[in-house]
């Protein structure tokens, strides 16, 4: 139907790269379509081409980047390579965790695992994960008052780490339990 490259039949009606090319006959034209899963990137049509056709690796069957997910490095001659994106509040497969953030020091830390100390829990694909100190573990982290490794009240330090009334503690760190 016209002379023009790019679009899938170059200007000598040859089958570019990337393309295939179908249907056409002495009167009618071909319709030509990139090559979903060829490992090269076809603009505008395919956002990403990561050289296969599988659903769940960040570049789907239709080769359009899935949800959390970033594709980069990809042309016309090289595939691209997708990888989550972490801080998304989407806990995808390959992450430990996802508050939301890319903050070290709140229990997730900026690669998507779970910081020492910490416990985070309900991350799903589409919601965030809650994290929270580990009370009783014998490490002192700034959210708790004290930590005495063991979640037993009356001895000081109780089931919450809090100081119990009449008690003091003290020598806890972020690696050492607190004395009362």
């Known amino acids: 139907g016209n002379v023009i490259n790019g679009d899938g039949c170059n ?10 090319c179908s249907g056409g006959t002495i009167t009618t034209k071909d319709t030509c379509s990139t090559i979903c899963g060829d490992a ?13 056709v599988i659903n769940g690796d ?21 595939k691209d390579t997708c990888s989550t994106i972490c801080g998304d509040a989407r806990r995808l497969p390959t992450e430990i965790c996802d508050d939301g953030n890319v ?3 709140d229990g997730c830390n900026n690669i998507c695992q779970v910081e020492v100390g910490y416990s985070c829990t309900g991350g799903t694909l589409s919601t965030k994960d809650t ?12 959210t708790e008052i004290c930590d005495d490794g063991n979640v037993v009240n009356g001895d000081g330090c109780n089931n919450l780490c809090l100081v119990e009334v009449g ?3 003290t020598g ?3 690696s050492t339990k607190d004395t009362c």
């Open 11 to 20: 200007s000598l009606c040859q089958v570019e790269v990337g393309y295939s």
């Open 40 to 52: 090269k990137r076809q603009e505008p049509s395919e956002s990403c081409d990561d050289g296969n």
């Open 58 to 78: 960040g570049c789907n069957s239709l080769c359009q980047v899935e949800v959390g997910y970033s594709c980069t490095g990809g042309t016309i001659s090289t």
């Open 103 to 105: 903050v070290n020091g």
């Open 131 to 142: 994290c929270s100190t580990i009370c009783g573990d014998a490490r002192r982290l700034p």
């Open 167 to 169: 008690w003091s503690c």
């Open 172 to 174: 806890g760190t972020i």
